[in-house]
């Protein structure tokens, strides 16, 4: 590969600091790195591969001689600033929701639908972090054995909605066990009507109602896996929870396959040859996954895996992955390698 000339825009906030930290990892050729932010955060100083940034306010005319922008700083900003860098020459790939169902823009999991690049008109979205796991698990099923059906429940860690909530949450929970009063500013929705208690607790609210009943990440995650999948006529549904579990969704999901008869063998041998896949799955020895032992790490985990007792083309599986990484980093950074693979970053 190219060394290649490369922006971050939200570098300060908890996706970001894990996008430079990927890129690092995995030595990503960078020509020129800038980092850019909201003008509240402009002027720190971060560090990347031993050299110090200073931390810029970004404009259009940030993204001069940019080849590529990863951009995490919510979609307001995306909205405003990817058209900018598009007019400039980047690529951008925005980890917001702001591009996601646009169908000019592809919506990408490298493992499923890579090929899907080669269409993108300069902005790609990266999918919402609930959906990038279960799609990566899912996907080998799907094309082995067809896929009907999808009943997903999630249990999703407070990084995901970020580093003001995670501090919300050890704050509550230093003050429920000194036994002192406190008021929740932040979660379920920082700008919803109502606040709740995180710490000890478990919330079945992410993001905004809407009026159908679901909120805006259970049908983002119902809409961006047909999207992913190119199958429109996918039944999906989703009921998206808080829990306060610092760093790590997990996902208890139930599938139904176009083809019956599969045995949970050969299923589990499906996905321990999937790409970014590690299965996890002994119950006679307690082996699972679990959030706490999936941070740091870019792969999704699955275990679980068992036949439903009622239906011959129906299973259940447990599916767990570091919503900042594979969520959201590391499924950004895996993008901007496949653009360079594919040959189509300029």
Not at 15 to 37: N, Y
Not at 43 to 69: D, H, M, R
Not at 191 to 210: E, T, V
Not at 324 to 344: C, D, F, P, R, Y
Request: glycine share 8%; proline share 4%; charged share 25%.
């Amino acid at each position: 590969m190219s060394n290649y000339h490369v922006a971050v825009v939200g570098a300060t906030g908890a996706v970001g600091q894990q996008m430079l930290k990927t890129l690092e990892e995995r030595d990503f050729p960078i020509a020129s790195l800038k980092l850019l932010s909201s003008k509240r955060s402009a002027g720190k100083v971060l560090t990347f591969k031993g050299k110090e940034y200073t931390v810029e306010e970004a404009t259009p005319e940030s993204f001069e001689g940019v080849q590529i922008a990863l951009f995490s700083a919510g979609g307001s900003v995306s909205k405003a600033l990817a058209p900018e860098a598009v007019k400039r020459g980047a690529i951008v790939v925005d980890n917001t929701s702001a591009f996601r169902m646009d169908p000019n823009v592809p919506l990408v999991v490298p493992e499923v639908n890579e090929e899907d690049l080669r269409t993108h008109n300069g902005i790609i979205a990266n999918p919402n972090c609930s959906t990038i796991q279960m799609v990566v698990a899912l996907e080998p099923i799907r094309e082995k054995y067809g896929l009907k059906k999808v009943i997903v429940s999630t249990y999703q860690a407070v990084s995901g909605a970020g580093l003001e909530a995670i501090e919300e949450m050890k704050q509550q929970t230093k003050d429920i066990l000194e036994g002192n009063e406190f008021t929740p500013e932040i979660l379920p929705v920082g700008g919803d009507k109502k606040h709740y208690q995180i710490a000890f607790n478990a919330i079945p609210q992410i993001d905004l109602f809407q009026d159908n009943g679901y909120t805006f990440e259970e049908l983002k995650m119902i809409n961006e896996t047909k999207k992913i999948m190119h199958m429109a006529e996918l039944e999906v549904a989703a009921t998206c929870v808080r829990l306060p579990i610092e760093t790590g969704h997990s996902e208890s999901v139930y599938i139904e396959t176009e083809k019956g008869g599969a045995t949970v063998a050969e299923i589990k041998d499906l996905l321990s040859l999937a790409p970014g896949v590690t299965l996890q799955d002994d119950p006679a020895n307690q082996v699972y996954p679990l959030a706490s032992e999936c941070v740091g790490k870019n792969d999704v985990f699955v275990g679980r895996i068992r036949h439903d007792l009622d239906r011959d083309n129906g299973y259940h599986m447990w599916i767990v992955s570091d919503n900042l990484l594979k969520g959201a980093a590391w499924n950004s950074v895996q993008i901007a390698e496949s653009l360079a693979k594919l040959e189509l970053l300029s």
